[in-house]
């Protein structure tokens, strides 16, 4: 996900990744666009369904800040 403002030359990403292995651990990164940005230590989930439901409620957050999909 990506936010822009030009008015304060702000250019952010933010993701979330869960591997098909390891459905249950999510991995977060953000920063500015371009950069090598900043990583969460992996956060550990007891199911995939709860590692899921996390990232979705973090994309809807995301996005009522003005992150689109890119």
Known sequence: ?????EEENSHKFWQADNETTLEDIVWVSWGRIGSKGQKAKPRNFGTAEEALSFIEKKVEEKVRKGYVHC
């Open 1 to 5: 996900m990506e936010y822009h403002d």
